[in-house]
């Protein structure tokens, strides 16, 4: 059975695998035999990353770039190229987060948060996946979706928006890859105390949260590990396309 999850021989991307669960997906990946190219607007904390990786006995190497500009993602695609010669699995887990009221919300605001979590996301995809489709590799996308994809949490408009769209084209470029055996998946993350939330959990909102959720605590970011790894495998997954995967302590089951 442990063949299911090796890796060996594979080839990673991470973008925003440097971020808290980003790089805990990102060791998860080498622990199960790939490399993997640690991307991050932060090259300090990336090659952070990556020295713990290496640390343990994996390959890894860290990048810099920002996925909300082109010519960053196009730049650090050929750096990645050069160093690795391609990628079999790509992992999209930037994110950005506020939570400005709908009315006080600005331009500036929305096309920031947009320009990340979305269009960033977009952009890797038709970058990375062509090279995929250039080489005739099997691949794997993972895409980091939310709880507030649907329906919508409060008092994070923007978000909420940013990843119901996450979802969308999650499903829509499943359908498109199909055919070049490109598979492309999400993972549904419940509350895990991350860089983008962390500002909004107050006293009332922790307490919100854990009434909605039926294990009544916080995720830790290892617990994404496996739904990762899952998907990331070809043996394991080869089957599953255009599918969302929760990791959520039961919150996505409750009502009321």
């Known amino acids: 059975m442990t063949d299911l999850f090796d890796l060996s021989g594979k080839k990673a991307v991470a973008f925003g695998g440097n ?54 993602i196009t730049r650090v695609a050929e750096e990645i190229e050069k160093w690795s010669g391609g990628w079999d699995i790509l992992l999209n887990a930037p994110g950005k987060n506020s939570s400005t009221p709908f009315f006080e919300l600005r331009p500036e ?9 979305l269009k960033g996301l977009v952009f890797t995809i038709q970058t990375f996946a062509q090279k995929m489709i250039e080489q005739k590799r099997k691949g794997s996308i993972i895409n980091i979706s939310s709880v507030s994809s649907g ?78 790894v899952y998907l990331a495998s070809n043996k394991a997954s080869g089957f599953v396309t255009g599918s969302f995967i929760r990791v959520d302590g039961g919150y996505g089951a409750m009502t009321i």
């Open 19 to 72: 971020s808290t669960l980003g790089s805990a997906i990102a060791k998860a990946f080498a622990m199960h035999g790939a490399e993997v190219a640690i991307v991050g607007r932060n090259l300090q904390t990336a090659e952070k990353v990556a020295e713990e990786i290496e640390q343990d006995g994996g390959k890894a190497k860290a990048f810099k770039a920002d996925v909300s500009k082109l010519e960053d």
């Open 109 to 117: 605001e929305w096309d920031d948060i947009m320009a990340v979590n």
């Open 151 to 228: 329906p919508p949490l409060s008092r994070v408009f923007t978000y909420s928006a940013s990843k119901a769209g996450v979802n969308s084209i999650t499903q829509y470029l499943a359908r498109e890859f199909a055919p070049c055996g490109i598979r492309v998946n999400a993972i549904i993350p419940g509350f895990f105390p991350a860089e983008q939330n962390r500002k909004i959990l107050d006293e009332a909102r922790i307490e919100a949260i854990m009434r909605h959720t039926p294990m009544r605590r916080f995720g830790e970011p290892e617990e994404l590990q496996g739904a990762a």
